[in-house]
Every structure is written in C-alpha cells, then in structure tokens.
Nanobody
C-alpha cells in the first residue's frame, strides 16, 4: 500500500531553519526516486531536491546551498533540512516517490533528474505547510 506522510512544517522567521520529514511505507520507500516538491499559492509545483536509491542527489538552484536532502533507510524516512529560510520559501511542501525511468515522446527519461517532473511521480504525501516571515 502506498503511503507517504510529511511532518515538520511550521512558521519561522527569515534566516531560520526547519527539518521536514517524510515517512514512507516500505513499498513506497523502495521506489527508485524520492523527491521534495513545493507549491506556493498561484504557482506551479516546483521540484527542489531528489535522492535516488543509490544515493545520488541534486537540488534546484533556488535551494542549493541552503537545503539538504537525506534518508534513513532503516526507518523508511526521507528528510529535508532547510536552513537560511527566505520569505520566498513559503509554500506547501510535498514528498513524492517515483520509478527510475519514464517514457515520453518515444524517449526514455530518468525520473531523478533536474528539472523534476511532478507528473511522473506516482506517490504523494498530503503536504506540510512552511511559512517564512520577515
């Protein structure tokens, strides 16, 4: 059974930190690609970080150097450490799980690659709200 549940969101001042966590069912956690997305009101969902089963990871430029994605394989947990938060980081944050490859237009693409495509991730949590104020 697919299951993802985020936690750790909240309200912080600019420059503050938060640690988001995502608990996954064992089946979901075994998917090849785990990622964090966020969506601010009126904006498209943005993929900000991914980590694959081999531990390869990357970040969107908007969070690179401030956010760190990690996982605890013993507990089926995905994390996102967010430091030096900015007002523009305010959004609903989601964890997602996807396979290793997907086909589009006759070509094969890697799920865990920037820019992340939300449409190819089949499993989503309900999200956790992060609000950053000045």
């Amino acid at each position: 059974q697919v299951h993802l549940m985020e936690s750790g969101g909240g309200s912080v001042k600019s420059g503050g930190s938060l640690l988001l966590a995502c608990e996954a069912s064992e089946y979901t956690y075994r998917r090849h690609c785990m990622a964090w997305f966020r969506q601010a009101p009126g904006k498209e969902r943005e993929g900000i970080a991914f980590i694959d089963r081999e531990g390869a990871l990357d970040y969107a430029d908007s969070v690179k150097g401030r956010f760190t994605i990690s996982q605890d394989n013993t507990k089926n947990m995905l994390f996102l450490q967010m430091n030096n938060l900015k007002v523009e980081d305010t959004a609903m944050y989601y964890c997602a799980a996807g396979g290793g490859r997907y086909s589009s237009g006759g070509r094969l693409y890697t799920t865990c690659a920037l820019p992340l495509d939300a449409e190819v991730f089949g499993s989503w949590g309900p999200g956790t709200q992060v609000t950053v104020s000045v």
